[in-house]
């Protein structure tokens, strides 16, 4: 099906006809439209156009309005302040539009697709092979997810990549300590599950980063472990290809409760990378973009200095040889250039990092790995935060274990779903405690900014009321129950029917579900799209409390009723989704 053209489009249309109309030299200029609690929609762009035409703009404002065509879409159109106009939507306009968004079959609910999408590449969900996953790594991945549906529903090309850790001197390290001390491997290490065996290999990754801080010998025998794994020698190789694939059942089952999903081919860590960095360090000294300086390869940058006063340098090349992040993450960037065939890297990465990519985007635009048709951009996010407003730890002070915060929300959800419950058994109690918990988790964090820190309480992530998922599910539960009351009544729009105030203002929110989506996708901002939904749910829970469905006063407000509660529940189930937020119907 053809997209549908929202009401604030045609709107918009209508105001540029009759502004170019009166003000030829206007043609093209932004009217400036947005939703008012004066009328259905204000346009505030008359002013600047009379401020450089040097006209009177209530004058020029009346002059529009004069030329506006009213009747299909537009009910009415006046002139108020020092020339807003006030525009009042005609009520079969809006049930009209909302149900050619209802017969999309495609379920898209008439949201267009780019006609000429380009190539994505998002960097997301970044774990550590050998290391348990914590607290900081849910953004990453949470937003990553948001982020790839927004984009793919869109219609542009994405191709997602999860650079783990999976290379560098903590697996010489490992291995080494590991050799040395063969009697500490579990090996009934088959036998346990994915988190058993990534517990036991934190435990004995702990222990090796002791040993290594402590002991000078052990520090050297461990980096010519490292020489030997970048070599290729056998044993050394099996070892560590055992750490990735226990670390990898690992990662599937974190994700799998997180109701995430993680393609094994999209796992490209920086081992992937490992054929690139010789040539890449090379093409960037022969270049001259990069420099030897005591013996490592740097690129300097005036602008970025250290206390001291010194240009901090992006070390691509140790003194030893060694190779650092820089150098996988600009082998990374020529493979999703010249390979990947991308327009857009999009890197989702705690904003600590920021420094460290605002170099390495620099180094590759020098080097003409970025030109001007490709960007990259770093989409950084801020810190979780315990209620203490201090960053998330254990008593002990300890890093948070993603698992036990997961499962302890599973737990908290669960037994709201058990208090609210009707009807349902222990198993659908538990798969509902699942989805409203885990909902719960990315609603609080995909409703914050992802640039801003977010405190992670989960008292308040799973109550029924204010901004929470749950809040949303429940509305999204009350829809699907009085469908089902309503027996064989079916939802039908009868565009004839006069509209209550609040099935207006429903209604208008519905229609703005497009616009909003092309905005959280263009801005990579999942939070436009959240708060889009919270009040789409607000709105939904005035409508309900003033306007009676079942009950209405004939069998076509009924009927109407029953459609706009049935498109506004669509819309809630597809807004959640591409949040990868699930709606059950019921709770």
């Known amino acids: 099906m053809a997209s549908v053209t929202s009401l604030s489009d045609s709107v918009q249309q209508h105001l540029a006809s009759a502004l170019s109309a009166t003000l030829p ?33 209530r004058e020029l404002a009346a002059q529009v309005v004069a030329r506006v065509e009213s009747g299909d879409v537009i009910k009415d159109i006046g002139v108020s302040g020092p020339g807003f106009l006030n525009i009042t939507i005609a009520d079969r306009a809006i049930t009209e539009n909302l149900a050619a968004r209802y017969a999309d079959e495609s379920g898209r609910l008439g949201v267009p697709q780019a006609a000429n999408p380009g190539t994505t590449v998002i960097d997301y969900a970044q774990p550590n092979v050998a290391k348990e996953m914590h607290v900081g790594h849910l953004r990453s991945a949470v937003i990553g997810d948001a982020v790839v549906q927004l984009l793919e529903f869109t219609g542009e090309n994405v191709v997602r990549r999860h650079h783990i850790g999976d290379w560098g001197t903590q697996f010489g390290m490992l291995i080494q ?65 055992r750490f990735v694939d226990e670390s990898k059942i690992y990662f599937f089952s974190v994700f799998e409760k997180l109701d995430m999903e993680i393609r094994d081919p999209d796992i490209v860590g920086e081992s992937g990378y490992n054929d690139m960095l010789a040539e890449t360090c090379r093409l960037l000294e022969e270049s001259g973009v990069a420099v030897r300086s005591e013996g490592a390869l740097c690129v300097f940058f005036e602008d970025i200095k250290g206390p001291d006063g010194n240009p901090v340098p992006l070390i691509v090349q140790k003194s030893d040889g060694g190779y650092g992040y820089a150098a996988t993450d600009l082998s990374a960037i020529r493979d999703r250039v010249f390979h990947l065939k991308a327009d857009t890297l999009l890197y989702v990465v705690d904003a600590r990092q920021s420094l460290h990519f605002r170099m390495v985007f620099e180094t590759a635009r020098r080097a003409g790995w970025l030109g001007e048709d490709v960007k990259a951009h770093q989409l950084a996010f801020g810190t979780v935060l315990g209620k203490d407003g201090k960053p998330f730890k254990t008593r002990e002070g300890e890093t948070v274990r ?76 009350r829809i699907q129950s009085i469908l089902r009351k309503a027996g064989d009544v079916r939802p039908c729009a009868h565009p004839e029917s006069e509209l209550h105030p609040a099935e207006r203002a429903l209604g208008l929110h519905v229609d703005a579900f497009a616009e909003t989506v092309a905005e959280a996708a263009t801005e990579y901002a999942p939070h436009k799209l959240a708060g889009y939904l919270y009040q789409l749910a607000s709105l939904y829970t005035s409508f309900y409390d003033k306007c009676p469905v079942l009950k209405a006063e004939t069998p076509a407000q009924v009927e109407n009723r029953l459609f706009l509660c049935d498109v506004t529940a669509r819309t809630l189930h597809r807004g959640m989704d591409l949040l990868g937020i699930r709606t059950p119907g019921r709770l």
């Open 177 to 241: 300590y590991l050799d040395e001390h063969p009697h500490e491997l579990d090996h009934k290490q088959d036998q346990v599950s994915g988190e058993e065996a990534m517990s036991n290999l934190d435990r004995l990754y702990k222990a090796a980063r002791k040993l290594f801080d402590s002991d000078e010998e052990f520090k050297t025998r461990a980096r010519r472990r490292v020489v030997d794994l970048q070599a290729g020698e056998p044993h050394t190789l099996a070892m560590w290809q």
């Open 402 to 477: 993603l698992v036990d915060l997961l499962d302890e929300a599973i737990e908290r959800a669960s037994a709201v779903v058990r208090e609210k419950a009707q009807d349902l058994s222990e198993a659908e109690i538990a798969e509902r405690g699942a989805q409203v918990g885990i909902g719960a988790v990315k609603y609080a964090d995909l409703s914050t900014s992802a640039n801003r820190d977010y405190k992670f309480d989960l008292d308040q992530m799973v109550s029924l009321n204010g901004d929470t998922s749950v809040y949303l599910q429940y509305a999204y539960a």
């Open 25 to 57: 030299e206007a043609a093209g200029a932004d009217p400036l439209l947005r939703r008012s609690d004066r009328a259905d929609f204000q346009a505030n762009g008359i002013l600047a156009l009379a401020k450089k035409a040097k006209a009177n703009p």
